[in-house]
């Protein structure tokens, strides 16, 4: 059999050529190349699917981040409250606004920002939290808002990798003051290179963050205050606009290889992400935890199937942050997970064969 990919686009590039290709020529013809006609009508479609009022369309993920912290004025002084075990960009945000991320480790089962831990966290110089929907499963979005509303403090969601998860019901994207989302390829919504949106209720952060991204300006060459040019692609909108309409598919495909795993993976050695029964999670990432995560990657490239670690350090224990002084044992659930972790094949276009051999494979391991 045929190697196995951890992620593989081609599949859907290949499979929509021609509506991709339709989009990128009608950017071309028309050179709407940086916002524009394409970028805005992309923000309507991705409102409307999120179920959000306003959704900015931005060049990235990390840079959604960085513009909701501006929005929300948290500055140099202030701490804003970031999960250990994230994708490190949730705390750059953070950290470009000259503001310190402060790490708090996450549940030893969902493996998701842990609500108890937050008030251990919180000082006077607090501004807010960063919830992450981690892996495409939905973070305890009630347990955290019960404690930021005790202390005034705001909420974003970072939904990077849940595009279309839901919390109780309700869309990620709606839950928070504000929303980030990344449309890195390999994302559950990716563009033809980088993009990202925010998404919010209010008008006054939506404004404020369209004229941040835009070099700061609302009337072109008045500058009303320090800006970034952190526009969405005309390409990449154009290119969102098409994927857009695959996503709900795509979605529905995590979803029967995610649960096709949780059931028929029964080694007892392999450990799943637990997905409480109030959350619909889109398995962005197919995460375990073994025994010997090295062994066990070798095991399954060996037998030809491609697998990852999602994280293989956490951020309290990066180089980066040094300077703040964490120790290891101070986050152990995160730092148990980075140390056990491996990210199974997911993708929408695998094949039955293919998911039944990572199955198999999983289950004869150490068996
Ligand atoms: C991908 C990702 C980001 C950053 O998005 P980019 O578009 O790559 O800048 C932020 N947070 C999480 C959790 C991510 O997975």
Known sequence: MAHIKRIDLTRDV???EDAYREAIEKVCRETAFSGGKYADAFDKEFAAYVGSKY???VNNGTSALHLAMLALGVGPGDEVIVPANTYIATAWGVSY???TPVFADCTPDTWEIDPSVLETKITERTKGIIGVHLYGQPFDYAGVREIADRHGLFVVEDCAQAHGAQFEGKNVGTLGDLACFS???GKNL???GEGGSVTCEKEEYYKHIDR???QGCDVRYYHDEIGYNYRLEGL????LSVS????????????EIGHRYIREITNPLITMQHHPENTTPVFHLFVITVPDHDDFVKYMADNDVECNMHYPVPCHLQKAYANLGYKPGDCPNAEYLAAHCVTLPLFPEMREDEIRRVIELCNAYRQ
């Open 55 to 57: 959704a900015s369309g």
């Open 190 to 192: 990716y563009a033809f």
């Open 244 to 255: 857009l309409k695959y996503l709900p598919e795509w979605t529905k495909r995590r979803q």
């Open 97 to 99: 606004t000259g503001a």
């Open 14 to 16: 290949k499979a929509h």
């Open 236 to 239: 990449q909108g154009a290119v």
């Open 183 to 185: 449309f890195y390829p």
């Open 212 to 214: 941040l991204k835009n």
